[in-house]
């Protein structure tokens, strides 16, 4: 069965650094771009990061350029969020989304398009 995963939520303080990991099984991790979304109580799902895996190119939010890297191992079938310097309004459920569309062009931000969800992981940051 065609799936994707995430891990590496918790609880830190303010100026902390997290790194989420989402792991895909059971489809060619290559052909895809894998992007994390984020949704706070009370707002909107906010797209936060994306990596076509094929050539690396990546995209942010401007929220969190300069803070957060996203990052990919085909060998282990996982993208990283390295997240530093957070602050408690990146507080919010973090999910991966994968999609080949996106991988080649694509509008990242469109989360309705996404082929494969994970279940979501957790971040708090307190102040």
């Known amino acids: 069965e065609r799936r994707i995963a995430e891990s590496g939520g918790g609880l830190v303080q303010a100026g902390g650094s997290l790194r989420l990991s989402c792991t895909a099984s059971?489809?060619?991790?290559?052909?895809?771009?894998i992007s994390w979304f984020r949704r706070a109580p009370g707002k909107d799902r906010e797209g936060v990061s994306s990596i076509a895996i094929h050539d690396g190119s990546t995209r942010y939010a401007d929220s969190v350029k300069g803070r957060f890297t996203i990052s990919s191992d085909s060998a282990k079938r996982t993208v990283y969020l390295q997240m530093n310097n957070l602050k408690p309004e990146d507080t919010a459920v973090y999910y991966c989304?994968?999609?080949?569309?996106?991988?080649?062009?694509?509008?990242?931000?469109?989360?309705?398009?996404?082929?494969?969800w994970g279940q979501g992981t957790q971040v708090s940051v307190s102040s």
């Open positions: 989304a994968a999609d080949v569309q996106v991988a080649y062009g694509a509008d990242w931000l469109r989360y309705w398009e996404y082929d494969y």
């Open positions: 059971e489809f060619t991790f290559d052909d895809y771009a």
